[in-house]
């Protein structure tokens, strides 16, 4: 099997059609369609439903699709040492996080790394908790930024406890003037992300009593500061989202605290590209200095 019919059979599944798939590929469609059949024939399976809208994968499709793709990973692997040895710093580098990841922690990150290695090409992916370590099983990506628990079996190392706070209209002051209690947001209205109602966030609330029915959802963090701005309920946000939003708004910890914690989230270090590796130890490096160390 050639690795052009692993690349155009991973492409496709991304991209759901021939079409686009040969474009980002820049071949024909045809050529396409000739390495999917030409792959089905050795394998001796359909790996795609065609049908008026695109395609979509057969269950023996999504079966060996992250196998396909391990293999293309492993292959940059190969060719990113090869030009290590030849004294060249060249290769791709594909991170996944969070948004307060994203805005508060990559860039800084990417910086330091471009001036080591600045011919690697350095592209990232932004997804909530669970599509981040959906994006690493595929191997879409080499580096992620989640939260725990994950029970996935890859390589995962705790980064930082990040404090949940209560975020109020201005002019509100908790009782003790210090920290948010059952009672300072007993029937209040709470407005957070959909997919923030797991994990920590929904112990909080249900510590607080907060019911399901008090609960509005918005689109984003800083569409969360807004709403609370205008006194339309209180947010709930982590610490690293707070840092870089504005708005008229107050913050205080919660009587009893709640944390979550950022992890790291890669495949196992055997099959880690040398700049998968680089890039851990900028992390690493990173977090040490602005936080005195992991967690």
């Known amino acids: 099997m050639s690795n052009f019919m692993y690349q155009a059979f991973s492409e496709v599944a991304k991209q759901k059609a021939f079409v686009t798939a040969a474009k980002v590929l820049n071949v024909t469609p045809s050529a396409i369609s000739h390495s999917i059949n030409g792959l089905e024939k050795e394998l001796g399976f359909a790996l795609f439903f065609r049908n008026r809208n695109g395609v979509q994968l057969t269950s023996a499709g999504e079966k060996i699709l992250p196998i396909v793709r391990e293999l293309l990973n492993t292959e940059d692997k190969l060719l990113e040492e090869a030009a290590r040895i030849n004294g060249l710093d060249q290769g791709r580098l594909r991170i996944g996080a969070f948004s307060s990841v994203c805005i508060n922690w990559l860039p800084d990150m990417i910086n330091t790394f471009k001036k080591n290695y600045p011919e690697i090409e350095v592209s990232v992916w932004q997804g909530n908790f669970n599509e981040v370590i959906q994006q690493i099983k595929l191997g879409e990506i080499d580096i992620g930024f989640s939260a725990l628990p994950i029970k996935e079996n890859l390589e995962v190392v705790p980064l930082y406890r990040d404090e949940i706070y209560c975020v109020a209209p201005e002019g509100f002051t908790p009782q003790d003037k210090k920290a948010v209690v059952a009672s300072d947001v007993a029937d209040k209205p709470f407005i957070l992300q959909e997919i923030d109602y797991d994990r920590n966030t929904k112990e909080a609330l249900d510590d607080y009593n907060v019911s399901v029915n008090s609960i509005q959802y918005s689109i984003d963090d800083a ?25 008229n708004v107050v913050q205080y910890p919660f009587a009893k605290r709640y944390f979550r914690t950022i992890a790291l989230v890669t495949h196992n270090k055997a099959q880690q590209t040398p700049s998968t590796q680089a890039f851990i130890r900028v992390i690493i490096d990173y977090l040490t200095e602005r936080y005195g160390g992991l967690v």
């Open 223 to 247: 569409s969360i500061i807004a709403m609370v701005e205008s006194g339309l309920g209180f947010g709930i946000l982590p610490e690293l989202a707070l840092q870089k939003l504005s708005g």
